[in-house]
């Protein structure tokens, strides 16, 4: 059973406002990956990290998310302005390394109204 | 650029039935394949991997698949799918460098009593 905690398990925004997530992964998992999963269950991939550095991102991430690993502390992801278009179920997932088998949190499923 | 294909949408069977989910990718080496089952409000959680070695590789609650080179595919099957089946099944390959890992769109399974 997976051990990556996500929190909070909902949240509701109104547009223009700051969205934030955390996420624990699983103990002693260098690697972190959030992706978004719409309503039609598409994920779409948003950054990834190892050992707290950025390996990935798509340009969406770059622009208007903030995210970050340090060391010792949750990882997070936070929207700076949130958009009608945000709502999804943001899941974070953590691996012991490349291509290894990904553990996901269940889920933070953000409205934006 | 690696992708991965789940051409059905949805999928539904009668219980005790024979199962089989398609998936194919599109990836030059030879890629890290997985395929994944997510229950209602919950992430996701890993049913098998392939790498290397047979190309038949078991899985989780009697799932199954079969890694076939030459036609790029990487097709769960099931025996005898029971009613706690139903749920999206998610094919996913890692390949190349950062990690990245690629999802399908996702297969809805319905199992009818």
């Known amino acids: 059973n997976s051990k990556v905690i996500q929190t909070p398990r909902y949240l509701v925004k109104g547009q223009g406002q700051k969205a934030k997530m955390r996420c624990i992964p699983e103990k002693g998992h260098p690697v972190v990956f959030w992706y978004q999963q719409n309503k039609n269950n598409e994920f779409k991939f948003l950054i990834n990290?190892?050992?707290?550095?950025?390996?990935?991102q798509i340009d969406m991430t770059e622009k208007r998310f903030s995210a970050e690993c340090p060391s010792n502390s949750p990882c997070s992801l936070e929207i700076q302005s949130s958009e009608a278009g945000d709502s999804a179920l943001y899941l974070c997932?953590?691996?012991?390394?490349?291509?290894?088998?990904?553990?996901f949190g269940h889920g933070t499923k953000l409205s934006v109204l | 650029a690696q992708s991965v294909t789940q051409p059905d949408a949805r999928v539904t069977v009668s219980e005790g039935a024979s199962l089989q989910l398609r998936c194919k990718y599109s990836y030059s080496g030879t890629p890290y394949l997985f395929w994944y089952v997510q229950y209602p409000r919950q992430g996701l959680q890993l049913l098998l991997k392939?790498?290397?070695?047979?190309?038949v590789v078991q899985g989780v609650n009697g799932f199954e698949a079969e890694f076939i080179k030459s036609n790029s595919s990487f097709h769960l099957r099931k025996a005898s799918v029971h009613w706690s089946d139903s749920a999206m099944y998610f094919c996913?390959?890692?390949?190349?460098?950062?990690?990245?890992?690629?999802f399908g769109d996702g297969t809805q399974l319905v199992v009818k009593p």
């Open positions: 997932a953590s691996s012991a390394g490349q291509n290894e088998r990904l553990f």
């Open positions: 996913a390959v890692s390949a190349g460098s950062n990690n990245r890992i690629f």
């Open positions: 990290f190892q050992n707290q550095e950025v390996l990935q």
């Open positions: 392939y790498y290397s070695g047979d190309p």
